[in-house]
């Protein structure tokens, strides 16, 4: 080995001598130059021509190679440098064309080695794409659709005005469209008594004015009893302008209602619901005829209470009614009550006095029986058991210490002049089953009573003179009651 040059104290130092075993067992290896700028290549056999073998023996058998640059003691080679090249490196690859023979041949031997890295790197490249394609094609990946990307709406700015749809709003919109030509009004004519003063003894004519649903198209109208009772004459004006001359034709003795026929075909008509489907909370939309002046006027509010119990001025109780804070004016009485599908659920029927927002319906599951014996032509009758009684709510357990949580507790009422009543009616059904005071009826035909379902809602489904069996709980013993049902008087 050669001195280095001391001049450049960059240039490493020699590298320790090996063991001279170590020197014996290594074969032959002709060495290398060091790494350079911009990296010396690796010296591989060129091919025999005329210019090179001149070249070959210019230069002098010695253990290194001189640059003329740079000139580092060489290290070893490894044993795979060298391989026989088995083609000619070519002559130009990404270099000029060389100008002298020495340069000509190292740029030479560069190419050799670059274009096969190349090659191999490029050859790695596609095998691995390949690979890659391979295996999404074997996960099903390629096949899955491809993949929606949610794009963010604009920022909305703060203080601009934004449209809302309420679907309360379109929900009483399309009832009112839908519903409203088949609410009527009612206007009646009757004779309130006589006077002795201006009239000088003659009756003084009355005027009244209600609301009516038409529920079946050849002229059935469904109303508030209140509306037609005492009237002498009717008279049923549509939405569209027509007018009928209206009948009674029968008054309900349960509850306020009352069946008006008129003689017309083709009538617009509402659709009826299930009133024991309804839910505290529920959009409630009321259509009628307030004060007879804003006919089919529209108001919407919610369902507040289910089940109430009010006693009207004529002194009697209507029991299991609908409670909502839709606005229900004097001639809304009869109007329609829906739900937000526009399902006829309720009849509307009386206000508060005293308060604002409280208002009721009568539920159309109570009507429904007698609305069918109108259509067969058959007089308006009610199933009666004859008792009164309490609905057993919570209120009631308290006040009464009850072990029983739902049903209806025969008890003695009031009548409208403070007068007790008897909680057995004498000579009713219920006195001839053995039914007494104090008994809770907690079953009716095999349906449990519940505040959804009260014991007048599970009898109306039957006719006069059926026998149902009523669960009983007596002094803490539950028993079963057989009990032919009656046919309801007007005043019982």
Request: hydrophobic letters at 45%.
């Amino acid at each position: 080995m050669t001195d280095h040059d001391a001049s450049n104290p960059a240039l490493p130092a020699d590298p320790p001598a090996q063991p001279a075993e170590a020197a014996e067992a290594a074969p032959a290896i002709a060495p290398a130059p060091a790494p350079g700028w911009p990296g010396s290549p690796m010296e591989l056999p060129l091919a025999a021509t005329p210019e090179v073998a001149a070249a070959q023996e210019a230069v002098p058998a010695a253990p290194e190679v001189v640059h003329a640059a740079f000139a580092p003691v060489p290290d070893q080679r490894p044993t795979w440098a060298t391989a026989t090249a088995t083609a000619p490196t070519p002559e130009h690859w990404f270099e000029p064309a060389p100008i002298a023979a020495a340069p000509t041949a190292d740029r030479t031997r560069r190419g050799g080695v670059i274009g096969p890295v190349i090659a191999a790197s490029l050859l790695s490249a596609v095998l691995a794409s390949g690979g890659t394609y391979v295996a999404l094609r074997a996960s099903g990946a390629l096949d899955q659709p491809p993949t929606s990307v949610a794009v963010a709406e604009p920022a909305k700015q703060i203080g601009t005005t934004q449209q809302v749809v309420i679907d309360e709003s379109s929900a009483a919109i399309a009832a009112a469209q839908n519903v409203s030509p088949a609410i009527v009004t009612i206007v009646t004519q009757g004779q309130a008594g006589t006077d002795n003063g201006f009239f000088q003894g003659q009756d003084i004519p009355t005027t009244g004015v209600g609301s009516g649903v038409i529920y079946d198209a050849s002229g059935w109208i469904l109303t508030n009893r209140h509306v037609v009772a005492g009237a002498d004459q009717l008279s049923v004006r549509l939405k569209d302008g027509r007018e009928f001359a209206g009948t009674v034709y029968g008054i309900d003795t349960l509850t306020d209602l009352a069946i008006v026929k008129v003689e017309a075909t083709g009538l617009p008509t509402a659709t009826f619901g299930d009133s024991s489907r309804i839910k505290v909370g529920q959009l409630a939309i009321a259509i009628g005829s307030p004060l007879g002046t804003y006919t089919n006027s529209v108001t919407s509010g919610i369902v507040s209470a289910l089940g109430r119990t009010i006693q009207v001025d004529s002194g009697s109780t209507i029991r299991n009614l609908i409670q909502t804070d839709a606005a229900i004016n004097p001639g809304n009485s009869g109007g329609a009550l829906l739900d937000s599908g526009g399902n006829v659920v309720g009849i509307n029927t009386a206000v508060a006095s005293t308060a604002e927002g409280i208002g009721f319906a009568i539920p159309v599951n109570v009507a429904k029986p007698i609305m069918a014996q109108a259509m067969a032509g058959t007089p308006l009758a009610r199933p009666w058991i004859g008792i009164r009684y309490v609905a057993i709510d919570p209120q009631v357990v308290k006040e009464r210490n009850l072990t029983v949580k739902a049903g209806a507790l025969i008890d003695a009422g009031q009548a409208a002049d403070g007068s007790s009543t008897d909680a057995v009616v004498p000579g009713g059904p219920a006195a001839g089953a053995g039914l007494r005071a104090g008994d809770i009826i907690t079953s009716v035909g095999g349906t449990a009573i519940s505040d959804t379902q009260p014991l007048e809602d599970l009898l109306v489904q039957f006719a006069p003179g059926e026998k149902i069996d009523l669960l009983v709980v007596r002094d803490g013993t539950t028993i079963t009651v057989s009990v032919t049902l009656g046919t309801r008087p007007a005043n019982p």
